[in-house]
């Protein structure tokens, strides 16, 4: 079955497998002492900056919460889109681990803006009123948009005006990168950025992303927090040596160009079937579509994806490093049958 469900249905990139393989010779430090460790934690200050903290942690949901527990206390409240990841994907996770409030901000695209997070900042000093501490963004967001640098900006400029910090969820960030044709730095740490969540299951490894600090004082009592949040890899260099090899002869790079391709491929193809609509700016390795419900289960017979929006019908199709022209092609030529026959 081909999958456009998600890019978490695609396997290990055979760089990554590699990587794993290598690092697999003999023992070495546990829970970090190793010198995979050290040399990928290198890799991530060659791209951040010396002054940049890292920590490597299981999965998505664990970089987001930690990083946002690190920057809050438990009567704080964290802004974010109400289709956040953190907001409607994470349970009750960050509420739970960091106690704080969140607040969704409406959004037609995914991204929030500076003004409609600043007119949410209220009652600030106010005892009885959950105190705004974090503005949380993803990028590229879970409607595959992505976030200009100068919009980060503008949301960072909020965050310092009223003593705030900005998250960013980078579950995609390499998506996000490659489609600004910007270096990681440029739109982070340079656009204010105090926390970023940096994904590298969705790029090809199997499992492992890294919370990377921009401000120091955050990050100092986070190897705490990552243990009390059973975030500690023991064998970490088996996360450490996905990360080297994700970063080594740019696979970062080409895994994102090419599922961004494939989505923009995809996005072509379905703008020629006159049923089909696309619903959002494809900037990423998504495609936003509302296909006619009358073929959406056959449809669902050969591929894999989900319907995004029960209401609406809007659907979902993410491409990964591993999709191919073909499956798009086939995809996009099932699709066009299927809406010829309606
Ligand atoms: C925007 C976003 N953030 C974070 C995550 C990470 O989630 P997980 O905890 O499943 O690794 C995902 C995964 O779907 C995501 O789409």
Known sequence: MKAFASDNYSGVHPEIMDALNHANTGHTGSYG????TARTIKKFKALFGD???????????????????AATQSYNAI???ELAHINVDESTAPEKFSGCKLIGIPTTNGKIYADQVENRIQRLG?????????????????YSTVYTAEEVKALSAVAKKYNMYLHMDGARISN??????????????????????FGGTKNGMMFGEAVVFF??????????????????????????????????????????THANQMAKRLEQALREVPQIKITQVVDGNGVFTIIPKEITEA?????????WNDRTYEC??????????????????????????L
């Open 51 to 69: 002054e940049v903290e890292v920590f490597f942690v299981y999965n998505g949901t664990g970089a987001n919460v930690l990083g946002l527990t």
């Open 316 to 341: 979902r199709l993410m491409c990964s490093f591993d999709t191919t022209e073909k499956e798009v092609d086939e995809f996009a030529e099932k699709a066009k049958a299927l809406c010829s026959a």
């Open 176 to 197: 996000a990168a490659v489609s600004l044709g910007q270096d990681f730095k440029t739109f982070t740490k340079d656009a204010g950025v105090d926390v970023l969540s």
């Open 215 to 256: 401000s120091t004082e955050l990050s100092k009592q986070f190897a705490y927090i990552r243990k009390q949040g059973m975030q500690l890899h023991s064998k970490m260099r088996f996360i450490s040596a996905q990360f080297e090899a994700l970063l080594s002869n740019d696979l970062w790079k080409r895994n994102a």
């Open 299 to 307: 449809l669902q017979q050969e591929f894999y994806f989900y319907v």
């Open 79 to 81: 802004i974010c889109s």
């Open 126 to 142: 106010d005892q009885h009123h959950p105190q705004a501490k974090v503005i949380s963004i993803s990028q590229s967001t879970e």
């Open 33 to 36: 002492a190793d010198e995979i």
